[in-house]
């Protein structure tokens, strides 16, 4: 079993840069497609940014660029997340997510088929 642990979530005003961060507890062998999806108030959970094992990346449309997604290639325990130019609408419920034995492919924003999750950071963007 693979736990993760994510991090970093606060309280910022809008424009403003938050790094969010998932640890692994253990290192991972094989394909994997990692990732962070968020839960803002009242909507469902979406796909925010995903990393592979082979470093390929994909953002959601709603990133415009504001967000980076990276993973420690010393061991691929630690994934980040760094956000910035924050808006309000941003505001969400983080959680770090794991597939293992699979890359991203075209389901990458499908988050069932992502068997572990960390426990939420929160994101409170003030205007």
């Known amino acids: 079993q693979v736990q993760l642990r994510d991090s970093g979530g606060g309280s910022v005003q809008a424009g403003g840069s938050l790094m969010l961060s998932c640890t692994k507890s253990?290192?991972?062998?094989?394909?994997?497609?990692m990732g962070w999806f968020r839960q803002r108030p009242g909507k469902e959970r979406e796909a925010v940014a995903i990393?592979?094992?082979?470093?390929?990346?994909?953002y959601a449309d709603f990133v415009q660029g504001r967000f980076t997604i990276s993973q420690d290639n010393t061991n691929k325990k630690v994934m980040y997340l760094q956000m910035d130019t924050l808006k309000p609408e941003d505001t969400a419920m983080y959680y770090c997510?794991?597939?293992?034995?699979?890359?991203?492919?075209?389901?990458?924003?499908?988050?069932?088929?992502?068997?572990?999750w960390g426990q939420g950071t929160q994101v409170t963007v003030s205007s």
């Open positions: 997510a794991l597939a293992r034995f699979s890359g991203c492919g075209s389901t990458w924003s499908t988050s069932r088929r992502f068997g572990f």
């Open positions: 253990r290192a991972t062998s094989g394909t994997y497609c």
């Open positions: 990393v592979d094992s082979d470093d390929v990346i994909t």
